[in-house]
């Protein structure tokens, strides 16, 4: 008797330490796998299936940006986003989303090139216009990770403005550091 209970708990004791060394692997491969990023996990957008997934991260760029009160990089993620909209693939687009993207495209450019020269308080202005444009977009394209609609309260003399965000943490790009958590997720975009 006194043999069997030596075995089972040998043999507990190997499956309990296979399974952590599974888990270790498993940590220690994801840690290698994945790029380094200097944003937090919560604040990088994944890759979506929609052919706007480049304008989409680039939109996230600008938004850390004004989050951090960084004129100089949301001016960098701005120009990206010109880049990314006027290479857009259209070829694989439905004709609903040929129409929504010929119908915000223009507005899309004009405000990200506003952004580029700007301080940041205008920035900030045609950050909002820039998310009016892109959130019809992203109603017909969707993604396959949620996006959310945020919404500030306070900003522009308490007029209120809405953002597109990738976590249901509130990192508010209207304020920055002022007032970095101030908003609410109004809408869960799938």
Same mark, same amino acid.
């Given at each position: 008797?006194?043999? =069997?209970?030596?075995?089972?708990?040998?043999?507990?004791?190997?499956?309990?330490?296979?399974?952590?060394?599974?888990?270790?692997? %498993?940590?220690?491969?994801?840690? @290698? @796998?994945?790029? #380094?990023?200097?944003?937090?996990? %919560?604040?990088?957008?994944?890759?979506?299936?929609?052919?706007?997934?480049? =304008?989409?991260?680039? +939109?996230?760029?600008?938004?850390? $940006?004004?989050?951090?009160?960084?004129?100089?990089?949301?001016?960098? !993620?701005?120009?990206?986003?010109?880049? $990314?909209? #006027?290479?857009?693939?259209?070829? *694989?687009?439905?004709?609903?989303? /040929?129409?929504?993207?010929? @119908? /915000?495209? #223009? #507005?899309?450019?004009?405000?990200?090139? &506003?952004?580029?020269?700007?301080?940041?308080?205008? /920035?900030?202005?045609?950050?909002?216009?820039? *998310?009016? %444009?892109? +959130?019809?977009? =992203?109603?017909?394209? *969707?993604?396959?990770?949620?996006?959310?609609? &945020? +919404?500030?309260?306070?900003?522009?003399?308490?007029?209120? &403005?809405?953002?597109?965000?990738?976590?249901?943490?509130?990192?508010?790009?209207?304020? !920055?550091?002022?007032?970095?958590?101030?908003?609410?997720?109004?809408?869960?975009?799938?």
């Amino acid at each position: 008797m006194k043999s =069997v209970f030596v075995t089972a708990f040998a043999a507990m004791l190997f499956i309990a330490t296979a399974c952590n060394n599974s888990a270790d692997h %498993s940590a220690h491969q994801a840690e @290698t @796998t994945e790029p #380094a990023t200097e944003q937090p996990a %919560s604040s990088s957008l994944n890759p979506v299936s929609t052919p706007l997934k480049e =304008v989409y991260a680039h +939109y996230h760029h600008i938004s850390f $940006a004004l989050a951090k009160d960084d004129a100089a990089e949301t001016s960098n !993620g701005a120009k990206a986003l010109q880049v $990314a909209i #006027a290479e857009v693939d259209k070829s *694989g687009m439905t004709p609903e989303q /040929q129409q929504a993207l010929a @119908t /915000q495209e #223009a #507005a899309l450019q004009e405000h990200a090139a &506003a952004i580029v020269n700007a301080g940041i308080e205008e /920035q900030r202005k045609h950050y909002e216009k820039l *998310g009016e %444009s892109l +959130y019809p977009l =992203v109603k017909v394209f *969707g993604s396959d990770k949620p996006l959310y609609k &945020a +919404y500030c309260p306070m900003a522009f003399d308490n007029k209120g &403005a809405s953002w597109i965000s990738t976590s249901k943490e509130i990192n508010n790009p209207y304020f !920055g550091e002022k007032m970095l958590t101030c908003g609410e997720i109004q809408e869960e975009i799938k």
